[in-house]
Protein backbone atom coordinates (compact mmCIF):
# COMPACT_ATOMS: atom_id res chain seq x y z
CA UNK A 1 0.00 0.00 0.00
CA UNK A 2 2.34 2.37 0.94
CA UNK A 3 4.34 2.13 -2.38
CA UNK A 4 1.41 2.68 -4.32
CA UNK A 5 0.79 5.64 -2.64
CA UNK A 6 4.33 6.89 -2.95
CA UNK A 7 4.43 5.79 -6.74
CA UNK A 8 0.81 7.11 -7.46
CA UNK A 9 2.38 10.51 -9.39
CA UNK A 10 4.54 7.94 -11.74
CA UNK A 11 2.08 9.04 -15.01
CA UNK A 12 1.62 12.35 -14.37
CA UNK A 13 2.32 15.01 -17.59
CA UNK A 14 1.00 17.55 -19.16
CA UNK A 15 0.13 21.40 -17.60
CA UNK A 16 0.52 21.51 -13.84
CA UNK A 17 0.37 25.27 -13.42
CA UNK A 18 1.62 27.25 -9.78
CA UNK A 19 -1.03 28.89 -8.66
CA UNK A 20 -0.87 32.54 -7.90
CA UNK A 21 -2.03 33.38 -3.95
CA UNK A 22 -4.44 35.83 -4.25
CA UNK A 23 -5.02 38.44 -1.72
CA UNK A 24 -7.42 41.36 -1.10
CA UNK A 25 -6.90 44.94 -1.29
CA UNK A 26 -5.30 44.91 2.55
CA UNK A 27 -3.54 42.01 1.56
CA UNK A 28 -4.98 39.10 3.29
CA UNK A 29 -5.60 35.64 1.63
CA UNK A 30 -8.46 35.86 -0.33
CA UNK A 31 -10.13 32.54 -0.27
CA UNK A 32 -13.10 32.99 -2.68
CA UNK A 33 -10.48 34.26 -5.64
CA UNK A 34 -8.79 31.23 -4.78
CA UNK A 35 -11.30 29.06 -5.32
CA UNK A 36 -12.66 30.54 -8.27
CA UNK A 37 -8.57 30.46 -9.78
CA UNK A 38 -8.53 26.58 -9.09
CA UNK A 39 -12.32 26.47 -10.51
CA UNK A 40 -11.00 28.23 -13.38
CA UNK A 41 -7.89 25.98 -14.31
CA UNK A 42 -9.57 22.70 -13.33
CA UNK A 43 -12.52 23.77 -16.22
CA UNK A 44 -9.54 24.69 -18.61
CA UNK A 45 -8.37 20.83 -18.72
CA UNK A 46 -5.19 20.87 -16.46
CA UNK A 47 -3.51 17.97 -15.76
CA UNK A 48 -2.51 18.98 -12.22
CA UNK A 49 -2.40 21.92 -10.01
CA UNK A 50 0.86 23.16 -7.83
CA UNK A 51 0.23 25.56 -4.90
CA UNK A 52 2.80 27.63 -2.58
CA UNK A 53 5.76 27.47 -5.29
CA UNK A 54 7.56 30.64 -7.24
CA UNK A 55 4.39 32.09 -8.70
CA UNK A 56 2.36 31.72 -5.29
CA UNK A 57 5.09 34.29 -3.79
CA UNK A 58 5.72 31.58 -1.15
CA UNK A 59 7.95 33.99 0.28
CA UNK A 60 5.47 36.94 1.19
CA UNK A 61 3.47 34.31 3.64
CA UNK A 62 3.99 32.98 6.34
CA UNK A 63 3.46 29.64 7.29
CA UNK A 64 0.47 29.30 8.80
CA UNK A 65 -0.73 31.22 5.78
CA UNK A 66 0.37 28.57 4.09
CA UNK A 67 -1.42 25.95 5.55
CA UNK A 68 -4.79 27.83 4.73
CA UNK A 69 -3.84 27.88 0.85
CA UNK A 70 -2.67 24.21 1.01
CA UNK A 71 -5.96 23.73 2.23
CA UNK A 72 -8.00 25.77 0.23
CA UNK A 73 -6.39 24.20 -2.97
CA UNK A 74 -6.93 20.73 -1.68
CA UNK A 75 -10.24 21.29 -0.80
CA UNK A 76 -11.25 22.86 -3.78
CA UNK A 77 -9.52 20.25 -6.38
CA UNK A 78 -11.76 17.85 -4.36
CA UNK A 79 -9.34 15.05 -6.10
CA UNK A 80 -10.71 16.06 -9.73
CA UNK A 81 -7.05 16.95 -10.63
CA UNK A 82 -3.77 15.73 -8.64
CA UNK A 83 -2.59 18.28 -6.07
CA UNK A 84 1.40 19.22 -5.01
CA UNK A 85 2.27 22.10 -2.47
CA UNK A 86 5.66 24.06 -1.98
CA UNK A 87 6.82 22.52 1.30
CA UNK A 88 9.40 25.41 0.56
CA UNK A 89 12.08 26.08 3.18
CA UNK A 90 15.71 26.48 3.62
CA UNK A 91 15.56 24.62 6.89
CA UNK A 92 14.99 20.45 6.92
CA UNK A 93 12.69 20.80 9.84
CA UNK A 94 10.12 23.69 8.82
CA UNK A 95 9.91 22.05 5.46
CA UNK A 96 9.54 18.69 7.13
CA UNK A 97 6.28 20.14 9.29
CA UNK A 98 4.78 21.69 5.95
CA UNK A 99 5.26 18.17 4.39
CA UNK A 100 3.61 16.11 7.07
CA UNK A 101 0.84 18.96 7.37
CA UNK A 102 0.32 18.61 3.64
CA UNK A 103 0.19 14.88 3.86
CA UNK A 104 -2.44 15.46 6.99
CA UNK A 105 -4.98 17.56 4.68
CA UNK A 106 -4.70 14.85 1.65
CA UNK A 107 -2.57 16.53 -1.13
CA UNK A 108 -1.14 13.91 -3.78
CA UNK A 109 2.56 15.29 -3.43
CA UNK A 110 5.08 17.82 -2.29
CA UNK A 111 7.73 20.26 -4.20
CA UNK A 112 11.39 20.49 -2.05
CA UNK A 113 13.19 23.40 -2.96
CA UNK A 114 17.48 23.67 -1.85
CA UNK A 115 18.45 24.59 1.48
CA UNK A 116 19.59 28.26 -0.45
CA UNK A 117 20.42 30.48 2.86
CA UNK A 118 24.06 29.39 3.08
CA UNK A 119 24.36 27.63 -0.35
CA UNK A 120 25.87 25.10 0.96
CA UNK A 121 26.62 22.65 -2.49
CA UNK A 122 27.78 19.43 -0.91
CA UNK A 123 25.61 16.41 -2.22
CA UNK A 124 26.02 14.78 1.46
CA UNK A 125 23.92 18.14 2.55
CA UNK A 126 21.67 18.05 -0.19
CA UNK A 127 21.01 14.32 0.29
CA UNK A 128 20.27 14.40 3.62
CA UNK A 129 18.01 17.52 3.33
CA UNK A 130 15.98 16.03 0.70
CA UNK A 131 15.94 12.33 1.60
CA UNK A 132 14.71 12.76 5.28
CA UNK A 133 11.59 14.75 4.08
CA UNK A 134 11.18 12.06 1.69
CA UNK A 135 11.54 9.00 4.08
CA UNK A 136 9.04 10.85 6.62
CA UNK A 137 6.41 11.20 4.59
CA UNK A 138 3.89 8.94 2.61
CA UNK A 139 3.27 11.47 -0.54
CA UNK A 140 5.84 11.90 -4.01
CA UNK A 141 8.09 14.33 -3.93
CA UNK A 142 9.31 16.54 -6.54
CA UNK A 143 12.78 18.85 -6.60
CA UNK A 144 12.30 22.76 -7.74
CA UNK A 145 15.75 22.76 -9.10
CA UNK A 146 16.42 26.65 -10.80
CA UNK A 147 19.80 27.14 -10.36
CA UNK A 148 19.95 30.97 -10.68
CA UNK A 149 17.25 31.77 -8.21
CA UNK A 150 18.29 29.35 -5.33
CA UNK A 151 22.31 29.40 -6.28
CA UNK A 152 22.62 26.23 -5.37
CA UNK A 153 24.02 23.10 -7.89
CA UNK A 154 22.43 19.69 -7.62
CA UNK A 155 24.32 17.23 -9.87
CA UNK A 156 23.10 14.48 -11.83
CA UNK A 157 24.78 12.24 -10.02
CA UNK A 158 23.01 13.17 -7.11
CA UNK A 159 19.88 12.75 -8.31
CA UNK A 160 20.55 9.45 -10.02
CA UNK A 161 21.25 8.37 -6.23
CA UNK A 162 18.16 10.46 -4.51
CA UNK A 163 16.07 8.07 -6.90
CA UNK A 164 17.56 4.99 -6.66
CA UNK A 165 17.44 4.92 -2.81
CA UNK A 166 13.72 7.06 -2.13
CA UNK A 167 11.14 5.49 -3.59
CA UNK A 168 9.58 8.85 -3.63
CA UNK A 169 11.80 10.97 -5.27
CA UNK A 170 11.02 10.71 -9.17
CA UNK A 171 9.77 13.95 -10.09
CA UNK A 172 11.74 17.24 -10.35
CA UNK A 173 11.12 20.80 -12.30
CA UNK A 174 13.96 21.86 -13.72
CA UNK A 175 14.67 25.61 -15.37
CA UNK A 176 16.76 28.58 -15.36
CA UNK A 177 20.38 28.36 -17.34
CA UNK A 178 21.46 24.84 -18.44
CA UNK A 179 17.87 23.05 -18.32
CA UNK A 180 17.96 21.73 -21.17
CA UNK A 181 21.41 19.62 -21.12
CA UNK A 182 20.48 18.92 -17.22
CA UNK A 183 16.71 17.40 -18.49
CA UNK A 184 18.72 15.53 -21.49
CA UNK A 185 21.55 14.28 -19.09
CA UNK A 186 18.86 12.86 -16.67
CA UNK A 187 16.50 11.17 -19.47
CA UNK A 188 20.03 9.08 -20.71
CA UNK A 189 20.98 8.41 -17.15
CA UNK A 190 17.59 7.43 -15.47
CA UNK A 191 14.86 6.98 -18.32
CA UNK A 192 11.22 6.61 -17.11
CA UNK A 193 12.46 6.34 -13.75
CA UNK A 194 12.31 10.52 -13.66
CA UNK A 195 9.66 12.46 -14.52
CA UNK A 196 10.47 15.94 -15.77
CA UNK A 197 8.93 18.80 -15.78
CA UNK A 198 9.48 22.26 -17.70
CA UNK A 199 9.29 25.79 -16.13
CA UNK A 200 10.43 29.55 -17.35
CA UNK A 201 6.46 30.19 -17.68
CA UNK A 202 6.40 27.67 -20.53
CA UNK A 203 9.16 30.17 -22.61
CA UNK A 204 11.03 26.67 -24.07
CA UNK A 205 7.79 24.45 -24.13
CA UNK A 206 9.10 22.84 -27.24
CA UNK A 207 12.94 22.17 -26.46
CA UNK A 208 12.00 20.66 -23.33
CA UNK A 209 9.52 18.13 -25.03
CA UNK A 210 12.38 17.45 -27.35
CA UNK A 211 14.70 16.24 -24.44
CA UNK A 212 11.96 14.33 -22.64
CA UNK A 213 10.57 16.60 -20.22
CA UNK A 214 6.55 15.08 -19.48
CA UNK A 215 5.20 18.55 -19.22
CA UNK A 216 4.87 21.99 -17.80
CA UNK A 217 4.68 23.90 -15.04
CA UNK A 218 3.90 27.37 -15.92
CA UNK A 219 1.68 29.80 -14.05
CA UNK A 220 -1.73 29.70 -13.47
CA UNK A 221 -3.44 32.51 -15.51
CA UNK A 222 -3.74 30.94 -19.36
CA UNK A 223 -4.29 27.31 -18.61
CA UNK A 224 -6.82 27.08 -21.62
CA UNK A 225 -3.50 28.18 -23.94
CA UNK A 226 -0.97 26.08 -22.84
CA UNK A 227 -3.37 22.58 -22.49
CA UNK A 228 -4.48 23.11 -26.56
CA UNK A 229 -0.66 23.51 -26.44
CA UNK A 230 0.46 20.51 -24.68
CA UNK A 231 -2.84 18.01 -26.17
CA UNK A 232 -2.39 19.23 -30.12
CA UNK A 233 1.39 18.89 -29.76
CA UNK A 234 0.50 14.93 -27.81
CA UNK A 235 -1.31 13.85 -30.28
CA UNK A 236 0.81 14.96 -33.30
CA UNK A 237 -1.04 18.18 -34.56
CA UNK A 238 2.33 20.11 -34.24
CA UNK A 239 0.98 22.83 -36.47
CA UNK A 240 -1.91 23.13 -35.03
CA UNK A 241 -0.14 23.11 -31.15
CA UNK A 242 2.17 26.03 -32.30
CA UNK A 243 -0.44 28.18 -33.78
CA UNK A 244 -1.57 28.24 -30.60
CA UNK A 245 1.42 28.81 -29.04
CA UNK A 246 1.70 32.31 -31.05
CA UNK A 247 -1.11 33.54 -29.43
CA UNK A 248 0.23 32.59 -26.18
CA UNK A 249 3.42 34.05 -27.14
CA UNK A 250 1.83 37.71 -27.43
CA UNK A 251 1.35 37.57 -23.47
CA UNK A 252 4.48 35.84 -22.60
CA UNK A 253 6.62 38.49 -24.76
CA UNK A 254 4.91 41.60 -22.25
CA UNK A 255 6.25 38.91 -19.80
CA UNK A 256 9.77 38.99 -20.13
CA UNK A 257 9.69 42.43 -20.66
CA UNK A 258 8.58 43.20 -17.25
CA UNK A 259 10.44 40.45 -15.51
CA UNK A 260 10.01 42.52 -12.06
CA UNK A 261 6.80 42.84 -12.37
CA UNK A 262 5.37 38.75 -13.00
CA UNK A 263 3.47 38.50 -10.02
CA UNK A 264 1.53 41.86 -11.06
CA UNK A 265 1.11 40.93 -14.39
CA UNK A 266 -0.08 37.24 -14.03
CA UNK A 267 -2.69 38.39 -11.05
CA UNK A 268 -3.91 41.33 -13.24
CA UNK A 269 -4.31 39.24 -16.14
CA UNK A 270 -6.86 36.72 -14.06
CA UNK A 271 -8.40 39.86 -12.66
CA UNK A 272 -8.85 41.30 -16.44
CA UNK A 273 -10.12 37.55 -17.54
CA UNK A 274 -12.73 37.70 -15.04
CA UNK A 275 -11.08 34.90 -12.72
CA UNK A 276 -10.37 37.27 -9.73
CA UNK A 277 -11.65 40.44 -8.33
CA UNK A 278 -8.48 42.06 -7.42
CA UNK A 279 -4.98 41.29 -8.22
CA UNK A 280 -3.32 42.85 -5.23
CA UNK A 281 0.37 41.92 -4.41
CA UNK A 282 2.18 42.12 -1.24
CA UNK A 283 5.24 43.77 -1.17
CA UNK A 284 8.18 43.68 -1.90
CA UNK A 285 7.06 44.82 -5.42
CA UNK A 286 6.96 46.85 -7.97
CA UNK A 287 3.27 47.38 -9.39
CA UNK A 288 2.02 47.77 -12.63
CA UNK A 289 1.50 51.40 -14.00
CA UNK A 290 -1.89 52.16 -15.79
CA UNK A 291 -0.25 52.66 -18.85
CA UNK A 292 0.97 48.98 -18.41
CA UNK A 293 -2.32 47.60 -17.51
CA UNK A 294 -4.30 49.22 -20.62
CA UNK A 295 -0.85 47.57 -22.66
CA UNK A 296 -1.69 44.37 -20.70
CA UNK A 297 -5.91 44.56 -21.55
CA UNK A 298 -5.43 45.28 -25.59
CA UNK A 299 -2.77 42.67 -25.28
CA UNK A 300 -5.42 40.26 -24.41
CA UNK A 301 -8.41 41.38 -26.20
CA UNK A 302 -6.35 40.90 -28.96
CA UNK A 303 -5.50 37.32 -28.64
CA UNK A 304 -9.54 36.90 -28.03
CA UNK A 305 -9.00 35.48 -23.84
CA UNK A 306 -11.06 38.44 -22.63
Not at 69 to 92: C, Q, S, Y
Not at 96 to 102: S, V
Amino acid sequence: MRGGLLRKLKNLKGIVPSLHTITSSDGEICEEDIRSEVRFNIESGVHGLAAGLGAGEFYKFSDDERKKLFKIVVDEANGKVPVLVGAWHTGTEPALMLAKYAEDIGADGIVLIPPFYNRVESKLYLYEHFSKIARSINLPVMIQDNEDVFGVHICPFLYRRLVEENVNIYLVKIEGSGALEKMKILKEMLGDEIIIFGGSAARFFYEEMAVGASGNIPDACLPDLLVDVFNKYKSGDIDGSKKTYEKFKRWLNFLLLHPLQAAEIEKETLRLRGVIKCSHTRGPKVGLSEEDKQALKRILEEMGVI
